[in-house]
């Protein structure tokens, strides 16, 4: 199944600046393997040691919360979009120290 | 759909015939008309923070005659802040930003209340502050904060219209509402320091601010009037440089320690340990890594000793200013290690040291004994040796 992974903009430094990336997946869970497998810098932001997806990273199927679906196991279709959604907290001051 | 709120309903207000000249453009739509523009007139709204989501959301609730405003913020008006901040001016700089944002909002419109709190929002701080409001905006920039922002609402049954922003991206929601997610339903843990994008990715183009604190003001203007329908339950993504937005869904989480149906949180807790901070501005690891200043550096490249100078900033900033280093960003040293010599001495810098704290420690590990850290990085430089170098 041909999907889009859809890079948010902290992590696209990873990603060599792209802002998607096709993939070839059945799964949620392979459509990121096979993304952090390209992009291996990005793996220790997706996911844990013992390689569950981190708590403050959200990835939605379409726009639907994998949480509620199947998780990892959650099934594709061609022309899906898979978001991953970081928790930013930027507002009113400079991030950086 | 309006929010239950007590001093909506209670306070008798009608308008003066300045007032009804002023909103006017309000009163002749039947959605506002002369019911809505008293409800606004009653309702009370904190902001927390003034700065780059609080300007637009403080301009047009004030200019929008929203009758009780509070203004949250602890710091002082820099020049760095007027590229986004646009309710201050450049006579503000040095000023407590609440104050001047008070001043500024109340020369819009002098005829609404406004209160300014020149403090840092705090477990011991926030139940008090928010109870005598009916909305809370948080326009933030931290996680701490918006933990503890999220959780003082949901213990006090309040809507917490939410804005975060990042570089060109931005996100917004409304939390809190009744039967609705809270932030701990989308993010039930915060990032771990030094997984979260930092210095080396931070900065924010101006203007997502101004749109992001504007989607905030339009929301909490709808709760108060009851209009439309309400961003619950959604996540609102803005992605400024592809110029879209994009719709995800939210959903309540019946396990979310705070809003489900087991509540677990029953107080406010200590969000900086939470969040795993001490300090805001301490590095995250500092044990174990030698420090250099930026006098001794100087001092050591005039008696003629060979330092390889190691940059791990990014390349935009670089071009800001250097100490003519080699540049390896921090995010790819993993993958570039081996164009470094570990037999020779080593100064590594980022900015201000966070950074280059965060290299010398994967240094270590790879191997590398001669290290130092540049204390207080190329802002040192500049404070200690070279006045001429732009500070960022």
């Not at chain 1, 802002?19 to 932001?45: M, N, P, Q, W, Y």
């Not at chain 1, 403050?56 to 990892?72: G, T």
């Not at chain 2, 419109?109 to 809370?136: G, K, Q």
């Not at chain 2, 044990?287 to 003629?304: F, M, N, S, V, Y």
Request: one cysteine or more; charged letters at 25%; hydrophobic letters at 35%.
């Amino acid at each position: 199944m041909a999907v889009k992974v859809m890079i948010p903009t902290p992590l696209r430094q990873f990603t060599g600046k792209q802002s998607s990336i096709e993939c070839s997946a059945a799964t949620v869970g392979e459509a990121l393997g096979s993304l952090t497998g390209t992009f291996t810098d990005l793996r220790k932001h997706l996911f844990t040691d013992d390689g569950k997806i981190r708590s403050f990273v959200n990835v939605y199927l379409n726009d639907e919360d994998i949480r509620f679906l199947d998780k990892e196991n959650t099934r594709t279709k061609d022309g899906d979009t898979i978001s991953i959604v970081p928790s930013i907290a930027g507002g009113s001051r400079d991030d950086g120290k | 759909m309006a929010i239950p709120t007590d001093t909506l309903q209670q306070q008798e207000v009608k308008l003066s015939k300045d007032e009804i000249q002023r909103y006017s453009r309000h009163l002749i739509m039947p959605e506002v008309g002369m019911e809505g523009q008293l409800k606004l007139k009653r309702a009370r709204v904190l902001t927390i923070g003034t700065g780059g989501l609080g300007a637009p959301l403080g301009l047009y609730l004030a200019a929008a005659g929203v009758g009780h405003l509070g203004l949250v913020d602890f710091d002082v008006v820099d020049s760095s802040n007027l590229q986004r901040q646009v309710t201050f001016t450049t006579a503000d700089v040095g000023k407590p930003k609440s104050e001047a944002a008070k001043a500024r909002l109340s020369a819009l419109n002098p005829a609404i209340d406004i209160v300014s709190y020149e403090t840092r929002l705090t477990s011991d701080n926030a139940l008090d502050l928010f109870r005598d409001y009916d909305i809370i905006v948080d326009g933030t920039d931290n996680f701490p904060t918006r933990f503890l922002v999220n959780d003082a609402c949901v213990l006090l049954g309040k809507p917490n219209v939410y804005g975060s922003i990042f570089r060109f991206e931005g996100q917004a929601t409304v939390f809190g509402y009744p039967g609705g997610p809270c932030y701990r339903c989308l993010y039930p843990e915060p990032p771990p320091p030094g997984l979260v994008p930092s210095c080396a990715e931070g900065g924010v183009l101006g203007v997502l601010p101004g749109i992001v604190g504007s989607i905030q003001a339009m929301e909490t203007i709808k709760l108060i009037l009851g209009a439309g329908d309400p961003l619950v339950g959604r996540l609102l993504l803005f992605d400024a440089l592809a110029m879209r937005f994009r719709e995800l869904k939210l959903r309540r989480n019946p396990d979310c320690p705070m809003c489900g149906d087991h509540r677990t949180i029953t107080k406010l807790i200590d969000y900086e340990e939470f969040c795993g901070i001490r300090g805001e501005e301490a590095p995250a690891m500092t044990d174990g890594i030698p420090e250099i200043t930026a006098t001794e550096l100087k001092a050591r490249q005039d008696r003629g000793d060979k330092l390889f100078i190691l940059d791990v900033r990014e390349p935009h900033e670089y071009q800001i200013c250097n100490l003519n280093g080699k540049l390896i960003p921090l995010g790819e040293l993993p993958r570039r290690v081996n164009e470094l010599d570990s037999s020779v001495e080593m100064v590594v810098h980022c900015r201000s040291g966070k950074r280059s704290a965060d290299a010398i420690h994967f240094l270590q590990t790879a191997g590398f004994k001669k290290l130092w850290n540049l204390k207080g990085g190329v802002l040192a430089w500049a404070d200690e040796v070279d006045p001429r170098m732009p500070k960022y």
